[in-house]
């Protein structure tokens, strides 16, 4: 901020305290796009729980999966929203059928996605076998929803269209954790 003021107080000095001045200032540093609004414009489209929002919700799980559902109400909305105490909230998260769906817009890269998917769905599982009521302690296998991980990128950066982002990147030292995979698909928007 400080930079910017003295910057804007040069500009001043040599042009006069004039209209010009000013967007020359704002020229020499321009505003950054805030990414919290394209977020709220993927959660304002695709996560809330209208009949429209349930329309467009699945009609991008049905262009997702190559898959046909008619009935929108088929989707019972799982997302988690900042709760007293949980930090974490995600952006659109629902099950249909025997599927657990997780839906992420990001417009930076973030190579941590996997991780943050894992912290999501840890808490979205948590969330169904409590509404299940089921023990895990049991000596029954409790069944869960399949996961399905997708992160929706749209930044200024070029990424292949579709991608694999792997949890595995990150375990220290590489390939320690043979075996164990987690991943989120990440399909980069047009730039």
């Known amino acids: 901020m400080n930079d910017e003021n003295e910057q804007l107080a040069a500009v001043r000095k040599t042009q006069g305290n004039s209209v010009t001045a000013e967007l020359e200032a704002v020229s020499l540093n321009p505003p950054k796009p805030k990414r919290e609004y394209k977020d709220r414009l993927f959660k304002a489209i695709f996560g809330r729980d209208t009949e429209e929002s349930k329309r467009w919700r699945l009609d991008l799980y049905n262009a997702l999966n190559n898959t046909n559902y008619t009935d929108p109400d088929?989707?019972?909305?799982?997302?988690?929203?900042?709760?007293?105490?949980?930090?974490?909230?995600?952006?659109?998260?629902?099950?249909?059928?025997s599927q657990m769906n997780l839906y992420e817009q990001q417009s930076s890269f973030n190579p941590n996605m996997p991780l943050r998917g894992l912290m999501y769905f840890a808490q979205l599982y948590q969330m169904n076998l409590s509404e299940r009521e089921e023990d895990l302690f049991?000596?029954?296998l409790v069944k869960i929803p399949t996961p399905s991980f997708v992160v929706f990128y749209n930044g200024d950066r070029k990424l292949p269209d579709v991608s694999k982002l792997r949890l595995s990147d990150a375990f220290e030292p590489m390939g320690s954790a043979e075996g164990f995979e987690w991943t989120a698909a990440s399909l980069a928007g047009s730039q």
Do not use: C, P, Q, W
């Not at 909305?77 to 105490?85: A, D, G, P, R």
């Open 74 to 97: 088929a989707l019972s909305l799982t997302t988690i929203e900042n709760v007293i105490y949980i930090t974490m909230k995600n952006d659109i998260s629902f099950l249909i059928g």
């Open 138 to 140: 049991g000596s029954r």
